[in-house]
């Protein structure tokens, strides 16, 4: 089990940027596939993002291709979410997963470890 504490949220307005990070304690290398999801108002979760741990590799939502970026920092057990050029419609609460291998698409149920969410708000 690990333990994810994100950061980073806040306000901002259209076309403005942010980063956000989730600092990753625990069983790290027991979680191979990390990702960030989002839950807009209203709406349900979605993925947004998600990285293979072992060697980097990413798969981004089609609504942030170009525009989000995931990374991470081994040395520092953080995961990031760099996000540009924003839209009101990135308006969500913010969430950082972690589970033991990636698999094909973004199944909220297949992520075993959450983080209690930031919340970003873009205002247009």
């Known amino acids: 089990q690990v333990q994810l504490v994100e950061s980073g949220g806040g306000s901002v307005q259209a076309g403005g940027s942010l980063r956000l990070s989730c600092a990753v304690s625990?069983?790290?290398?027991?979680?191979?596939?990390m990702a960030w999801f989002r839950q807009p108002p209203g709406k349900e979760r979605e993925g947004v993002a998600k990285?293979?741990?072992?060697?980097?590799?990413?798969v981004l939502a089609d609504s942030v291709k170009g525009r989000f970026t995931i990374s991470q920092d081994n040395t520092n057990n953080t995961l990031y979410l760099d996000m540009k050029n924003l839209k009101h419609e990135d308006t969500a609460v913010y969430y950082c997963a972690a589970r033991s291998l990636c698999r094909m698409g973004f199944v909220e149920s297949d992520f075993t470890d959450w983080g209690q969410g930031t919340q970003v708000t873009v205002s247009s």
């Open positions: 990285i293979f741990s072992e060697n980097g590799k990413f």
């Open positions: 625990g069983n790290r290398s027991s979680k191979k596939c």
